[in-house]
DNA sequence: TATATAATTAGACAAATATCTAATTAATTA
DNA sequence: TAATTAATTAGATATTTGTCTAATTATATA
């Protein structure tokens, strides 16, 4: 099970107020379904229903006594899942399958006139900075441009190359010095 | 704010995998709705709507810049609930409203006949330990009684006196010796 | 000052789910 | 072996909630 489908269930499991409460129940000792009921006004097959949830999210076992299911709390698991929240790489791995640059391509779009060049540099600085990012890919890592090479390159995204120059510099993606212009590393 | 409605809004603000993934992504770094309903595939209404739940848990908080809503994740917040995750007494408070005693009560009214004496003594163990719970309420601390007052004040509950008294000794809630009987401390 | 843009809010709708009753299963007692 | 009992499962229903579009608000640019 992926870490992500294992902390939904989780988080699942004790985000039901009748839920968490059978949990705050079980705390403090072990109880059978009916007891549970029994405690919290709810019919034994809504019980039944929210202890599989609770079960399935590793929270409580049960452990036959006749025909009684005796659930207890799997203190242990609660204990593991709290620390994995406290790690810093479990958020950040939830997240690991979503394409960073969704935003930037959609931006890029929406710009982009028919030719591949966009129509206007877009105002939003958030959103030319998107631009911006996407023209420092043309240029190579290490080699040296004079001011003309380098709006050559820029004008295949933009007519107006000083103020992606500018912008290169500004945010600096792009050095300068004596008239030569190269990526900063 | 109770730490019962706490915990419910933190729980289900990450029980959802869209909401989840936006917590992934804010681990990361900060960002504006629009990227994150860029980088979901969600609408802007949507993320919102969802920002809206992880904010009144406290887990994300909205910086104006410009036009913008740059959310950020509350890892402080994150690393407290996890904490209180791992504390003893959280989960039991949470229960704490339970009347632990509904179960008895359901029992003992199950099995009573209109004069208030039970028409059956429980077969089940876990009931007919319900009526022993009951009935040793009948006893004074520090008292001793003949056998024939143990079985005078059983008898109010139900005639087979021989068998509440054994029950009582068995599972240690009175004490016996040379024919007298007295409650265990 | 008027227009454009990002965010939020309102309202509607569809999907998920908490709950119940009834049926079934598993275990115990008569 | 038959009857009883606790639990689970199945099916139905009502509530909750995730999502969208449209309207509104707030901010920035022309």
Same mark, same amino acid.
């Given at each position: 099970m992926?870490?992500?489908t294992e902390?939904?269930d989780f988080?699942k499991a004790l985000?039901e107020?009748k839920r968490l409460?059978i949990a705050?129940?079980l705390?403090?000792?072990p109880h059978a379904v009916?007891?549970l009921?029994?405690?919290?006004?709810?019919?034994?097959?809504t019980v039944s229903h929210h202890l599989s949830l609770l079960a399935r999210a590793g929270l409580v076992r049960a452990r036959a006594?006749?025909?009684?299911s005796i659930y207890e709390l799997q203190k242990d698991r609660l204990?593991?899942m709290?620390?994995?929240?406290?790690?810093?790489? *479990?958020?950040?791995? /939830?997240?690991?399958?979503?394409?960073?640059?969704?935003? =930037?391509? !959609?931006? @890029? $779009?929406?710009?982009?006139?028919?030719?591949?060049?966009?129509?206007?540099?877009?105002?939003?600085?958030?959103?030319?900075?998107?631009?911006?990012?996407?023209?420092?890919?043309?240029?190579?890592?290490?080699?040296?441009? *004079?001011?003309?090479? /380098?709006?050559?390159?820029?004008?295949?995204?933009?007519? =107006?190359? !000083?103020? @992606? $120059?500018?912008?290169?510099?500004?945010?600096?993606?792009?050095?300068?010095?004596?008239?030569?212009?190269?990526?900063?590393?």
């Open positions: 992926s870490t992500e902390l939904i988080f985000a107020p409460k705050g129940i705390a403090q000792r009916e007891e009921a029994s405690l919290l006004s709810l019919s034994e097959a006594d006749g025909h009684y204990e593991n709290a620390e994995r929240l406290l790690a810093k790489e *479990t958020l950040p791995a /939830v997240a690991a399958d979503v394409d960073m640059h969704a935003y =930037d391509r !959609a931006v @890029l $779009r929406n710009f982009s006139g028919p030719d591949g060049r966009l129509k206007a540099l877009p105002v939003q600085r958030k959103k030319f900075e998107v631009v911006l990012r996407h023209a420092v890919t043309l240029f190579k890592p290490g080699k040296r441009y *004079t001011e003309k090479e /380098v709006n050559k390159l820029l004008a295949r995204i933009h007519e =107006d190359t !000083a103020s @992606l $120059r500018r912008g290169l510099i500004e945010i600096k993606l792009m050095q300068r010095a004596n008239g030569e212009y190269w990526l900063a590393s």
